[in-house]
């Protein structure tokens, strides 16, 4: 028996609408409907930017489904974010200069303990990607100039500041790829 599909606001059910769809380690992603299943009631969602083998099934009804946030808004809450860091910088510079005696550096200040790690070659991290999201990587090589050549899981090869490189949660190493 054919079902219809739930009315949700902001999600258009058809081949080709645009919907955040969460991924298996609750991440969430800008994805695309690929199919429509009427009988079982669920869809084929693609993650924009990943092979088509991470493609899933969801359920229409499903809390992993969402309406796509504007990229705009998204890019003014980071830009916020990133001002903030910067004053905290600055606040902590100026702390340093009106206290010459104290020991630590602004470097060990703005680095957390997990930035200060090193990485090696074969670890898997969670990389930054040209949309600002973190994506599951593993390290190919360390570099000279202090950056790093990590392989996507979607097979993608790219050279990535240590800045923008997290570790990766023990309980999702070995989970994917």
Same mark, same amino acid.
């Given at each position: 028996?054919s ?6 606001? %902001? ?11 969460q991924?298996?380690l ?6 695309r ?7 079982e ?12 083998r991470?493609?899933? !099934?969801?359920? !229409? ?13 998204r ?5 916020e974010e990133e ?5 905290l910088?600055?606040?902590r ?5 009106e ?7 602004t470097?060990d ?7 200060r790690?090193?990485?090696? =070659?074969?670890e898997?991290?969670?990389?930054? !990607?040209?949309d600002?999201?973190?994506?599951p990587a593993?390290?190919? =090589?360390?570099?000279?100039e ?11 090869i790219?050279?990535v ?5 997290k570790?990766m949660p023990?309980?999702?190493? %070995?989970?994917?790829g």
């Amino acid at each position: 028996m054919s079902q219809k599909p739930p009315h949700r606001p %902001g999600i258009i059910f058809e081949v080709g609408a645009r919907v955040e769809a969460q991924d298996y380690l609750q991440k969430w992603y800008p994805s695309r409907i690929e199919k429509i299943d009427y009988e079982e009631g669920k869809m084929l969602v693609h993650f924009d930017r990943w092979s088509h083998r991470y493609d899933e !099934w969801i359920f !229409w009804d499903s809390s992993r489904l969402r309406p796509l946030e504007r990229p705009a808004l998204r890019k003014e809450g980071m830009k916020e974010e990133e001002e903030i860091c910067e004053r905290l910088s600055e606040m902590r510079a100026s702390r340093l200069r009106e206290h010459p005696g104290s020991t630590e550096s602004t470097e060990d200040q703005t680095e957390s303990p997990q930035t200060r790690q090193d990485l090696r =070659s074969g670890e898997e991290v969670l990389a930054r !990607w040209t949309d600002c999201r973190y994506y599951p990587a593993k390290i190919e =090589s360390v570099n000279k100039e202090g950056t790093y050549t990590v392989q996507f899981y979607d097979g993608v090869i790219r050279c990535v500041k240590r800045m923008h490189i997290k570790s990766m949660p023990e309980d999702a190493k %070995g989970q994917v790829g």
